[in-house]
């Protein structure tokens, strides 16, 4: 049976709580790297745009964005740099239970104002709930069960709605992947992880079956570039 039918239950290295910190950070590096270049970035700005009518955003108000599972922060400094230019008012919060990943976020926050929590995002409460929260490339993380839960838990937790960045389990994007990091990569967290996450992400029959045993409708998920889902789900107002 081939490896891209089902989706791999093998365990990221990233996942381990031994790996040293310098391994981490230079992880982090590479992922923000990858981001940047592969259009992860671009892709988390279009699930804010689905979700935030901008122009009810005026000086005066707050749009407050959380994260799970936020890692070295470069999404959430991608989005502050984006609110920035558009004269958006914004609270940014990361949650991630790795204290690693947060002690490295918080060196590098290009003074944008950033909570992070070091925390299981089951155990964080909001007295205000946020308008958005979203994950970027975290849910592949986890197994069929952890996400209906997530994705539940992201529902009641927000104003506006959520929405999820992740991957498609395709066999270019697995060998893409594992070529250009054994090539260019200098970190081997991300030599093994990158081709594993590919086998650990998404079916986009898989994805609609979690969010309807979850009891979440009216979403959109959109392929993008590259291979990449885009989930979305709005509140009804």
């Known amino acids: 049976m081939s490896k891209f039918s ?8 990233l996942d381990r709580d031994d790996i040293p910190f310098e391994d981490i950070k ?4 590479e992922l923000d790297f990858i981001n940047t270049w592969l259009g992860g970035h671009a892709i988390t700005i279009n699930g804010i745009e689905s979700l935030v009518k901008l122009s009810a955003f005026q000086l005066s108000d707050k749009l407050t964005i959380c994260e799970m599972g936020c890692g070295g922060g470069d999404n959430l400094r991608a989005i502050g740099k984006w609110c920035k230019e558009r004269d958006i008012s914004v609270i940014l919060i990361g949650i991630d239970m790795n204290p690693n990943c947060i002690a490295y976020a ?5 003074n944008f104002d950033i909570d992070f929590i070091s925390d299981d995002y089951r155990n964080v409460h909001f007295e205000t709930k946020p308008d958005v929260i979203f994950s970027s490339l ?25 929405f999820v960045n992740d991957l498609q389990r395709h066999p270019l994007a697995y ?7 054994k090539l260019f990569s200098k970190s081997y967290l991300v030599k093994n992880d990158a081709p ?25 998920l959109k392929w993008k570039w590259a291979f990449r889902w885009l989930l979305t789900y709005k509140h009804e107002q």
Do not use: P
């Open 6 to 13: 089902h989706r791999s239950n093998k365990k990221e290295l």
């Open 26 to 29: 230079q992880n982090m590096k």
């Open 106 to 110: 918080r060196s590098r926050t290009d």
């Open 138 to 162: 975290f849910c592949h993380h986890f197994t069929n069960e952890e996400l209906q839960q997530q994705f539940a838990w992201m529902k009641q937790n927000t104003k506006l709605g959520f």
């Open 175 to 181: 060998y893409s992947i594992k070529w250009l990091t």
């Open 196 to 220: 594993l996450s590919v086998l650990r992400g998404f079916h986009k029959n898989e994805l609609s079956q979690l969010l309807s045993q979850s009891s979440i409708i009216n979403y959109q």
